[in-house]
């Protein structure tokens, strides 16, 4: 196998890694291109493994492009949501472990610590081995365990409890009709007590500046969207990270993807982005629905 055959076959699992660490698709995408410079410029007779020489060099040049990518966050106008990714359109984007790649857990993600986020990222989306994590973040055995699992107990304590795939469908279309149809009390009932709404137009078009929390705040919250906003837009069934999303278009064009979080009490968290930027790899998905 050539040099660029072996890239091209290590690529999917590159930006996987990439994305879960930046959240960012066409951030991922930079470092990806990045590893492959560096690829060309390596003697690849002389590396054993290159699966994991070209893993362990995205995990560090991701780790890098994070202290940058937390500073801009920082001046980020109104919340920042992580740039989703249609699942739909390319079934391999989602093929490692889902959990990982959810909208809701990439959020939780950014509260770890860079090593922890990578421990994390590796060991539980990836599958590595803590001696293999070890290695490439550089440190010892049972500090890659200890980094996994304050990763893996964060996120449990404040994702809480998650419902089964076939719930969650239910719960979200159910959801979705209470909110098209204005039905306040339906759509309160299906909310948990402590629901939070975050929505990202990151300065671009108008969104809420702050999150929004409580279960009778958040309902009329989307109707009020709804009311104001809503003429025009299609409705559209996708999948996003690895699980089922609405896809608001209007004239050929996505104008917000809205996701949830869903515990057994009901929608916890509402996720919307509105950033025209981070909608740009639905724009075939909502063109061919149009």
Known sequence: MTPVDTFQAQR????GIAYRML???????????????RWQATDTNAVREPAAFLATIVTRLSLTALDSARARREVYVGPWLPEPIATGADPAA?????ESLNLAVLLLLERLS??????????????????EVAEVLETSESNARQLASRARAHLDRERGVTVSGAERERLLGAFLAAAQA?????????LAEDALSMSDGGGVVNAARKPVSGRARVAQLILGVLEKFGEGIVPVAVEANGEPAMLGVRDGHPV????????????RRLLIVLNPHK???FASVALSRS
């Open 12 to 15: 999917g699992r590159l930006f």
């Open 23 to 37: 959240g960012s698709a066409s951030e991922a995408e930079d470092v990806v291109q990045d590893a492959w410079l």
């Open 94 to 98: 989602g093929a490692e472990h889902r």
């Open 114 to 131: 860079p090593a922890e986020r990578a421990a994390y990222v590796l060991h539980e989306a990836f599958s590595y081995s803590f001696r």
């Open 182 to 190: 204005g039905d306040l009390a339906r759509l309160e009932s299906l």
């Open 256 to 267: 917000a993807l809205w996701t949830v979080d869903i515990a057994p009490d009901g929608v």
């Open 279 to 281: 909608l740009e790899r």
